[in-house]
């Protein structure tokens, strides 16, 4: 696509459910990246992709932190469990190599409400 | 953890002055990068400069980088209201599996 997609746009969701967030990376890009923003802060990292495999996923805060990209395209982020203080804006990203050449593309971000 | 500290943390500016924003970050980085992000929502990318380069200038944007110093300044000329947002720095930093570690930012008000 033309740009990174991140679905959905908004998401409440309840204590202790689990919840998924869905990235589609621009069409080629082999690095795709996982951010959280709180507010009135800068995007903190979660994980990296390179392809399929996690290159890099020393920033997921705990084990109720997942995130597959099975077929090197689309990322699914999941949170089980969920918690109050998850609650953020969660940002994906996507760059062209991943070799520090380009600047990432991010999409729009999914807000993720725990109430 | 956050890398880099962007200063100030909020800079309100008439329509037609210039902004400055500075950065400092902690460790060695193959690049530093500029952010731009409006409503906290997505973010785009303005500029990247490497290690090795000292100067860069995109349109009405200029980034320099001392990387003795561990830091970076971006500067926007003849500022305009639509350049309300607030500005992150990002480091590539060597090691890193190159994910990229950001600033606290910049909030910039440019008044019409």
């Known amino acids: 696509g033309a740009g990174v997609s991140q679905t959905p746009s908004n998401k409440v969701t309840e204590k202790g459910k689990y919840v998924e967030l869905r990235c589609d990376p621009i069409?080629?890009?082999?690095?795709l990246y996982w951010y959280r923003q709180s507010l009135g802060q800068g995007p903190e990292f979660l994980i990296y992709?390179?392809?399929?495999?996690?290159?890099?996923d020393s920033g997921l805060p705990n084990d109720r932190f997942f995130a597959v990209r099975p077929e090197g395209s689309v990322s699914t982020l999941k949170i089980q469990r969920t918690e109050r203080g998850d609650s953020a804006v969660y940002l994906c990203?996507?760059?062209?190599?991943?070799?520090?050449?380009?600047?990432?593309?991010f999409g729009s971000g999914t807000r993720l409400t725990v109430v | 953890s956050q890398q880099g500290e962007e200063d100030p943390q909020a800079l309100s500016i008439q329509e037609g002055e210039n902004a400055t924003m500075n950065c400092s970050y902690k460790?060695?980085?193959?690049?530093l990068q500029w952010y731009r992000q409006n409503s906290g929502r997505g973010l785009v990318h303005l500029i990247l400069?490497?290690?090795?380069?000292r100067e860069k200038h995109s349109g009405r944007l200029r980034v320099t980088l001392d990387t003795s110093k561990k830091s970076s300044s971006l500067l926007i000329t003849a500022s305009r209201a639509a350049d309300t947002a607030s500005y992150f720095c990002?480091?590539?930093?060597?090691?890193?599996?190159?994910?990229?570690?950001f600033g606290s930012g910049t909030q910039l008000t440019v008044l019409p």
């Open positions: 990203a996507s760059s062209l190599y991943g070799d520090g050449n380009y600047g990432y593309t």
């Open positions: 069409s080629g890009h082999t690095a």
């Open positions: 992709f390179q392809g399929t495999g996690a290159a890099d």
């Open positions: 460790t060695s980085i193959n690049n």
């Open positions: 400069i490497r290690s090795n380069e």
């Open positions: 990002a480091t590539d930093a060597r090691g890193s599996a190159r994910q990229l570690t």
